[in-house]
């Protein structure tokens, strides 16, 4: 009988385990595709429809052989373009190769653009990354602004270095700020669809001021361990139960999307919190 309690007990607790390591497993590896709609009068006609996939903070995570699963997940979304908002890499446990392949892939899908997270600048290594990425063929908007051409119409993207990079002795909001004008300033057109690529959300009041339509963001990592009800429990630079970690947010004239992110970093786990791609299509009024 004693022997029998205690086989059941082994069994239940190996169960248990089994359960807890599968969960942790889903939480960590089962991708979301989210879905948002932007409409805007300041859209010209012919952008009406545009899809824009959004990715950011893969942090050298693998999906699969040659990021297979997230390939497919990206192809599934037929982009006319993909995005990239920072923490491609990992500066503690830096692997380039999974990163370098997945955006050599994207490449053959849609014009891919990128900027910057604090993990390209604490790596120490951007500036061999940067010449890899633009040799793959991506664009990299470091303080930049370009423009993306259909039908002789135009939106513009608005590409800003993260503020971890420390070229000048600013603190990270007047580095920012800084950066937003550095892009800006020289646009004679400076008109239309304006379309930001930041990585930091906790900055959101500061894009607002520029009157950009529709801002991309990542880093907050969903908040890591989302809270039913609730929301993100902590993200980098905003601490415990942050503001914006997740989803669309407004303010005036300019909306901001939070990607919850792809991998992990400091924190190896997420809960309630699966990985996400953000595909967004644009609508003309």
């Known amino acids: 009988m004693i022997k029998n309690k205690t086989t059941k007990r082994l069994l239940y607790i190996l169960i248990t385990i089994i359960l807890v390591v599968s969960f942790s497993y889903f939480q960590n590896n089962s991708i979301v595709t989210s879905y948002y709609t932007i409409q805007s009068d300041n859209l010209p006609p012919s952008f009406d429809g545009y899809k824009i996939v959004q990715l950011s903070d893969l942090h ?114 007047a580095r920012t700020e800084k950066n937003i004008n550095e892009s800006i300033e020289s646009q004679t057109d400076y008109i239309g669809f304006k379309l930001l690529l930041a990585h930091r959300p906790e900055m959101f009041s500061l894009y607002a001021k520029y009157d950009f339509d529709l801002v991309l963001s990542g880093h907050a990592h969903g908040g890591q361990f989302r809270i039913p009800f609730v929301g993100g429990f902590v993200a980098p630079n905003q601490g ?43 609508v003309s009024e």
Not at 136 to 151: A, S, Y
């Open 60 to 173: 050298n995570k693998s999906f699969g052989k040659n990021q297979q699963y997230l390939m497919k997940r990206v192809q599934n979304a037929n982009p006319d373009v993909i995005v990239f908002t920072g923490d491609l890499v990992d500066a503690d446990k830096y692997n380039e190769e999974p990163s370098l392949v997945f955006m050599e892939e994207l490449f053959e899908i849609a014009p891919v653009y990128f900027v910057t997270g604090n993990h390209e600048w604490w790596s120490g290594k951007f500036y061999s990354l940067e010449v890899k990425l633009e040799k793959i063929g991506v664009n990299v908007l470091r303080n930049t602004t370009t423009k993306i051409e259909r039908d002789n119409d135009f939106i513009t993207i608005i590409g800003i270095d993260d503020p971890a990079n420390r070229e000048n002795s600013f603190s990270e909001l």
């Open 240 to 282: 415990f139960l942050p503001e914006y970690t997740a989803g669309m947010y407004r303010s005036e004239n300019t909306t901001m999307i939070v990607n919850r992110g792809l991998g992990n970093s400091i924190i190896p786990q997420r809960l309630f919190n699966r990985p996400e791609i953000v595909v967004v299509t644009l």
